[in-house]
């Protein structure tokens, strides 16, 4: 089956910095990759939408100079957590699409906690 | 605005019992419809997805079932095993290949 590979698996990191989160499709070109966040014991909340090339599309209430997202290749799209702060601590996880295949294949996750 | 809720938030069972999941929409104009499991901490995997044109789907000791009209849908495991043991996820599909999530069913099997 599709790989989507996620990196790092858990980062903690100081108020302030910044991060970046990897997500790489290993087995096919992925067209459209989604950004997920995920509180505990929620449901996972999509953060914006990118395609390949072109500039990520946000949902209502993401901040999008606070979320960084690059889609330059066809296998690989990364999240930067700018000036991250203890609010931003969360789980985050990317999934692909791509190859001829309708389902979402999805990362193992990043568990982001900012100190 | 879709909303998909999941009952019940957490369940458990013995082993070897049949159980189902229950999953509700409120906009039954989807794609379609797609179950997930998720272990702590991990990513989803994805176990079966129903277009809207579809009743059910099967995998294995796996049977999801939609009912677009009732904006409802069901994940019947059959003699569940203490593996089964995760949270299960249930997503309405809409354009763009954009999915809605519910909070999910945390579900142990005890052995």
């Known amino acids: ?115 | 605005k879709q909303e998909v809720t999941q009952i019940p938030a957490a369940l458990s069972v013995p082993e070897g019992e049949n159980l189902v999941l229950n999953c509700s929409f409120t906009d039954s104009a989807i794609y379609n419809l797609q179950w997930f499991r998720q272990d702590p901490g991990k990513g989803l995997t994805s176990l079966l997805l129903i277009q809207s044109s579809q009743r059910e789907q099967t995998s294995g000791r796996l049977n999801a079932s939609l009912d677009k009209s009732s904006g409802r849908s069901t994940l019947y495991i059959a003699a569940s095993q203490p593996g089964d043991s995760a949270t299960y996820l249930c997503a309405a599909g809409t354009s763009g290949s954009r999915l809605t999530f519910g909070e999910g069913t945390q579900l142990t099997v005890n052995p």
């Open chain 1, 1 to 115: 089956g599709a790989v989507v590979s996620q990196h790092p698996s858990r980062v903690i990191c100081k108020s302030g910095t910044s991060v970046k989160i990897e997500c790489r499709s290993l087995d096919f070109q992925a067209t459209t990759m989604f950004w997920y966040r995920q509180f505990p014991k929620k449901s996972l909340m999509l953060m914006a939408t990118s395609n390949e090339g072109s500039k990520a599309t946000y949902e209502q209430g993401v901040e999008k100079d606070k979320f960084l997202i690059n889609h330059a290749s066809l296998t690989l799209s990364t999240l930067t957590v700018t000036s991250a702060h203890p609010e931003d601590s969360s789980f985050y996880i990317c999934s692909a699409q791509g190859g001829g295949k309708e389902k979402l294949f999805f990362g193992s996750g990043t568990q982001l906690s900012v100190l």
